[in-house]
């Protein structure tokens, strides 16, 4: 991939340029032959380790919400996945899908308390005390839920950041 | 996947466009096959593809492949996993290819072109963005300072992009022309420098202040030619040389707002004025682009601010303390601003005023009196940023807005301070120019000896020299002004080399040819861009980086941390190097039309800065504390250039407007005004008619009518954009009301509900007795709901388990509560009954539900009407099946969520998914919301849906896989063309009954669509069953497979077509509820996958449930009219009830399962 020896066959790169995707990220320990789709998998602690990944507090989470295992063991699909989400071309509501579900760590498809105290924490490293994580939790569902159920649904994640000045352009 | 996938892929499906209904339609059956799992199906699609297309027309099969291409399209967006994508990918391509050769030759060759010339889009696209300047290093430092700081390069590499155009404009337009085919150097007084000044021409004292060489060349306005014509083509310099210097600021103008209107559509939603502070830091506060450790550690600690900041502020709220004691500081901050700035525009007219009497008085200035204005200058412009800053921190606002504040302050004390320069200047200029009339006759004389000029010329000699003195005064002191105070000292010499130049001219009026003001205006402006470039080059290495190097190496050695304590590494401070940005952009603009080539020396000047910059950046500065976030859609720099260059293009004006132009060198010379050059070539180029129009349109009787209409034009567009916006609210505000009313309808039916136990459901049994048992208790249960329960509870299988469902299922109320909490009771009643292993399955359907609803708001909607709406989990076993259906059917939104669940269940998953299509409708009418393409999404859900199943089934019910291989090859043509058939039909009902939903309340126009989302494996292996099982007379009225339909499957069939009214039975018939929603018209779309392994002991149990899940896999629609129905529903009753002497009588309802069971 990152490597230009990486060979794919014509018609994956076709496939994966309509997808949105160049295949100009870089892995590591990929096969220079790709021709015939090898199922290999990177595992998570690699991949975090990347240098667009290893600052980003929620790597874990992405890699795990990419990955299709939902340990962060990436298959190449799933590594071309995850960059085509994040690249600069991803249309925004893709973006908002995988933002939804990379806040939602415990996967029930809310965005509950809890998942934003992880958010949080992730976010500050800690640094904030508990009543202070409690509060701005409280405050962020109160803000963001339309239905009062006291937890973020995806329409009340999409409400909230498609309004959001920064977010992505 | 895991389940929130599928949860927002609901949301995410709206794209698709109405355009789109008619092709899914005609080729949904298509899409399914296209959409199923790829690993698994491809050559069995293959095969459906041929018999589908062999019995359809051209038209469908064009349809099929738009909506082949469509999918190609748009696959970008869906948030499917790669494999997937690419699978669809191909497999859409191969059906367009292979049919799209069918139709027409040369549609296939349209298509090949076509795809010859997107690869060529896309290789020149490639190539594109290798020219695309400084892409690389700004994406570099992007990803590691963040979008703030890369946003300034943006912002550069945009102002680059600008002066380039300008530059051309200019370029190609005066001064190649002027260099091509103008009088050469030497040949005319303008173009010749004087005798006197030729030895100290190359000096590098006069170099560098522009005069000599530089002085008569192409750089500046007094070089051009008055000809009116020149070269052989007879170019008219002069006249080319006013429009080009207008349409630089027309091009300006455009582009700025061109560019403003763009990012104002960009950024619409923010207009909007809900505020989510919290969750905005939340979850938009990390910068994913951020890279460097470095980078990264200052954007947590300034996230880690930000939410102090944001509690702090909340508490304060809460607070409320002392509102007026905040505005009243606020004002009073406003005032000292107000002030300094007065203040500091005062001090500057004051210096020049004085520094022009003392030049005229004294032969000799001291070396205070000389650099007086600039001192003054720099060191206002150095103080009054910081003093601001002080007073900002006595307004408490919020940090950005602050900075707002500030940087509009900064840039209101710039331009004060230019135009409190000018007008000085001007000031000076005006009496100078009186004073000179008096005198004119002394000072004509020895003009008269060195010229041969009239009285008038002397006149406008003598202003210009007083004019030329005071533009080298102001010039300066403005290029000191962006200087901060060490420049100044650079200054000194020049200033006074011009000094000492300026006293001459006045005593002596030496020639005229010096006195070309706009000469002067272009020399100082260029001046100060350069002195300008000069003093940031020298604050980046100063500031920036040997800051950086003594804090970087020194550290050690000192006894505090340089780091972290004082000197710091200097901060990239995005907002003032941007306003330093405008600035200069601003003095380029002032200069344009003065000295041609500013515009080009700018382009250099930027292309510097990037690299300085860009270098800096990367190697000595950190991100600023506070950051300033300024995404690409933001206004906020733009408008202050907008400002900027309004303010700076008024002083351009007005010269030019209110001065005469120089007499003796300059395109104009010789003319009143300057622009009299357009008049002049509208009398004598053009013919008659031409300038007696021209006379008209701008005489009063035409310009002030124009006028009117431009402004009623306004007026009126602003009232419409008003309007708009109100009626945008407007919709907001019914938004919300719907919604909140749907919750309360919502929370009504749970309430009913409950209290009509629909306990229907029953676990799912493993076993065949089980089953049975299962199956009795779903019968029971929808005919008489509040009777189900108890049956439920008679069924002597799981009671145990229906404890630990009840248990869970409590504690999940507990955690959804509202509209939720009605859905979620619903499974409670119901799961009782079930077996332990699918209580969990059960339990997440619900749970999911309420997000579902939450998701498209229309869902809250469709709940309200009706409970039925809502589809659910199907699950492999029939009865299993039905008795959810039944139960459920508020919840069937959940269903998405449940499936995610049921994966990692297991063998028994059951997948229910519905659409809701008629909460959107609504909002289609409402137009408050994008609609969605069922099919579509149908196509994607099912996708999803697939792999899973197959998993699933492949792990748990490998053993029975033998069976369904067997039945598979053999029917599977059969079905498929059969399926098509279904497909079609269900789409034209579809059609029929989306206008109907309004105006027919009391039908129940639910369409339940069954996907089948099985593998054709478990269908053929439920076909073996149906077929041991079909002896029995069980008849799948649904099942159009079937050689012999059952009367009931023919009704269903027929019925929809023969009538518009289709009643499609849903689960949630059953439930009394439904009987008030009559009125609510759901299209769901029931995507059961059934997997469930299938006992073969399973005799008559196991022949209903083939029955319906024949039935579901090979029907995607099964439409039945409302009477029919019921007569039908009687009619399967009492069979099912003789055939299956095991099952209860209750199998009635059954049939309604199975109708809404697609598996």
Not at chain 2, 390 to 413: D, G, I
Not at chain 2, 798 to 824: D, E, F, M, P, Y
Request: contains cysteine; aromatic residues 8%; hydrophobic residues 35%.
């Amino acid at each position: 991939m990152g490597n230009k020896q990486t060979t794919f066959t014509e018609e994956q790169l076709e496939a994966y340029q309509v997808t949105g995707v160049t295949r100009q990220l870089a892995p590591h320990l990929v096969p220079l032959d790709y021709t015939n789709n090898p199922d290999i998998k990177v595992p998570a602690t690699l991949i975090v380790t990347m240098p667009e990944l290893k600052e980003n507090p929620f790597r874990d989470r992405i890699v795990e919400t990419f990955s299709e295992d939902g340990q962060g063991n990436m298959s190449f699909t799933d590594f071309v996945d995850m960059f085509s989400a994040l690249c600069e071309a991803a249309p925004r509501e893709l973006k908002t899908i995988y933002a939804f579900k990379i806040y939602d760590f415990n996967r029930d498809s809310f965005i509950c308390k809890e998942d934003l105290k992880k958010t949080l924490n992730k976010l500050t490293k800690g640094e904030l005390t508990p009543e202070e994580v409690t509060l701005v939790c409280d405050k962020a569902v109160e803000e963001a839920d339309l239905d009062g159920d006291g937890k973020l649904s995806f329409a009340d994640f999409e409400n909230m950041i498609s309004k959001a000045p920064d977010f992505l352009r | 996947m895991s389940a929130t996938s599928e949860c927002v892929e609901g949301g995410s499906r709206a794209p698709p466009a109405a355009k789109r209904h008619k092709s899914v339609r005609k080729n949904s059956r298509r899409i399914f096959s296209a959409y199923q799992d790829p690993q698994h199906s491809f050559s069995d699609d293959g095969g459906k593809e041929d018999e589908g297309v062999d019995s359809n027309d051209p038209e469908e099969m064009f349809q099929n492949i738009q909506f082949q291409k469509e999918i190609i399209a748009n696959i970008r967006t869906r948030p499917w996993p790669m494999k997937r994508k690419l699978n669809v990918l191909k497999h859409a391509r191969e059906i367009v290819l292979k049919y799209e050769g069918q139709l027409t030759r040369t549609r296939g060759y349209q298509t090949a072109g076509a795809d010859l010339l997107k690869k060529l889009y896309r290789l020149l696209n490639n190539i594109v963005v290798i020219f695309i300047p400084w892409e690389v290093r700004i994406k570099k430092i992007e990803s590691h300072f963040g979008s703030g700081v890369a946003s300034y390069f943006i912002f550069l590499r945009w102002l680059f992009g600008i002066n380039i155009v300008l530059t051309i404009m200019t370029g190609a337009f005066v001064v190649l022309p002027e260099l091509l085919a103008g009088a050469p150097f030497g040949t005319t007084r303008s173009k010749t420098i004087p005798k006197e000044h030729l030895a100290s021409a190359q000096d590098l004292d006069t170099i560098w202040s522009l005069g000599g060489y530089l002085q008569y060349s192409v750089l500046f306005y007094g070089y051009y030619g008055r000809v009116r014509k020149i070269g052989g083509a007879g170019y008219r310099l002069p006249l080319a040389y006013f429009l080009v210097g207008m349409a630089v600021f027309a091009y300006s103008f455009i582009i700025l707002l061109r560019k403003m209107a763009k990012n104002s559509r960009l950024s619409l939603a923010s207009a909007s004025d809900e505020n989510f502070t919290f969750c905005w830091r939340v979850f938009c506060a990390w910068d994913y682009l951020i890279g460097n450790p470095e980078a990264a550690e200052c954007k947590g600690a300034a996230i880690v601010n930000n939410i102090r900041e944001a509690i702090v502020e909340e508490q304060e709220k809460k607070k409320d303390t002392s509102l007026a004691v905040l505005i009243s500081l606020r004002i009073l901050a406003n005032i000292l601003v107000l002030l300094s700035l007065a203040g500091s525009i005062y001090i500057i007219y004051f210096v020049v005023d004085r520094s022009q009497k003392l030049e005229q008085e004294k032969a000799e200035l001291t070396l205070w009196e000389k650099n007086e204005v600039s001192v003054v200058v720099s060191l206002i412009t150095m103080i009054a940023p910081s003093a601001f800053e002080l007073v900002a921190q006595l307004e408490m606002y919020h940090p950005r807005t602050s900075l707002r504040f500030q940087l509009a302050r900064v840039l209101v004390l710039y331009l004060g301070n230019l135009y409190s320069l000018i007008i000085a200047l001007l000031d000076k200029v005006n009496s100078m120019n009186s004073a000179h009339q008096g005198s004119s006759a002394n000072w004509s004389d020895p003009i008269s000896l060195l010229v041969s000029t009239s009285q008038s010329e002397t006149h406008s000699l003598s202003t210009r020299m007083s004019k030329i003195s005071a533009f080298e005064h102001h010039n300066i002191t403005v290029a000191t002004m962006t200087t901060a105070l060490n420049v100044t000292s650079n200054n000194r010499g020049h200033s006074g080399s011009i000094y000492n130049q300026t006293a001459p001219f006045e005593k002596n009026a030496r020639s005229q040819q010096d006195q070309c003001w706009e000469t002067y205006v272009g020399q100082e402006m260029l001046k100060l861009s350069i002195i300008d470039m000069i003093f940031t080059v020298a604050s980046i290495l100063l500031i920036d980086f040997i800051r950086g190097l003594v804090v970087r190496y020194l550290s050690d050695c000192c006894c505090w941390d340089l780091e972290s304590k004082f000197p710091e590494y200097g901060e990239f401070k995005i907002a003032e190097n941007v306003l330093h940005l405008i600035y200069n952009q601003g003095m380029i603009w002032m200069g344009a039309f003065f000295s041609p080539c500013l515009p080009a020396f700018n382009v250099l000047k930027l292309i510097g800065l990037m690299y300085l910059r860009s270098w800096a950046v990367l190697t000595c500065n950190v991100p600023h504390q506070q950051v300033f976030r300024a995404s690409r859609s933001n206004n906020f720099y733009l408008t202050m250039l907008l400002f900027m260059l309004f303010l700076c293009m008024l002083p351009t004006i007005f010269a030019i407007v209110k001065y005469r132009p120089s007499q003796h060198c300059g395109p104009f010379s010789g003319q009143e005004k300057i622009y009299d050059i357009i008049s002049e070539t509208v009398a004598a180029d053009f013919p008659v008619w031409f300038s007696k129009v021209m006379s008209y349109i701008t005489s009063p009787v035409v310009v002030l009518p124009a006028l009117l209409l431009l402004f009623m034009l306004i007026y009126y567009l602003q009232a419409i954009a008003r309007s708009l916006k109100f009626t945008n609210n407007q919709l907001r505000m019914q938004l919300q009301t719907e919604r909140t009313e749907d919750k309360k309808k919502v929370y009504q039916l749970a309430a009913a509900r409950l209290q009509a136990p629909e306990a229907a459901s029953e676990t799912k049994p493993d076993q065949q007795e089980s089953d049975l048992t299962s199956k009795e208790a779903s019968i029971h249960s929808p005919s008489p709901r509040r009777n189900g329960s108890i049956t439920n509870f008679q069924s002597p299988v799981l009671r145990g388990n229906s404890i630990h469902t009840i248990t869970q299922s409590a504690s999940r109320t507990k955690l959804t509560r509202g509209n939720v909490s009605g859905s979620v009771r619903s499974p409670v009643t119901i799961l009782p009954k079930r077996r332990a292993e699918h209580i969990p399955n059960r339990i997440r359907p619900l749970t999911g539900a309420p997000s579902d609803t939450c998701r498209s708001k229309s869902c809250l909607h469709m709940a309200c009407n009706s409970p039925a709406h809502c589809s659910h989990c199907i699950h492999s076993d029939p009865l299993y099946r039905k008795t959810l259906c039944s139960l459920h059917p508020v919840e069937a939104s959940a269903i998405i969520a449940a499936k995610s669940y049921n994966e990692r269940r297991g063998h028994t998953t059951r997948y229910m998914i519905v659409n809701e299509h008629k909460p959107r409708a609504k909002l289609l009418r409402s137009a408050t919301r994008i609609p969605c393409h069922y099919l579509l999404e149908e196509p994607a859900e099912i996708m999803k849906l697939y792999p899973h199943n197959m998993r699933r089934y492949a792990a748990h019910s490998s053993h029975y896989q033998p069976h369904s291989y067997r039945p598979h090859t053999s029917q599977h043509l059969i079905k498929e063309g059969e399926e098509g058939n279904k497909n079609t039909k269900k789409n034209m009902l579809v059609k029929a009954r989306r206008p109907q939903s309004l105006s027919d309340l009391r039908q129940q126009a639910q369409f339940y669509i069954g996907d089948h989302v099985e593998s054709h494996r478990t269908r053929h292996r439920v076909r073996e069953d149906d077929e041991k099982d079909s002896g029995k007379g069980e008849t799948d009225w649904r099942d159009f497979d079937i050689p012999s339909p059952s009367q009931a499957s023919v009704r269903a069939v027929d019925s929809p077509f023969g009538q518009s009214s289709h009643h499609v039975q849903s689960p949630s018939r059953r439930s009394p509820a439904r009987s008030r929603h009559l009125g609510s018209h759901l299209k769901l779309n029931l995507r059961a996958n059934v997997e469930t392994p299938l006992t073969e002991s399973d005799s008559a149990s196991v022949a209903s449930s083939s029955d319906q899940q024949n039935s579901s896999t090979d029907q995607y629609i099964q439409v039945i009219h409302n009477k029919e129905r019921y007569l039908s529903s009687d009619a399967s009753q009492e069979k099912l009830a003789n055939r299956k002497s095991k099952t209860k009588a209750d199998l009635n309802l059954e049939s309604n399962d199975l109708i809404c069971s697609n598996v």
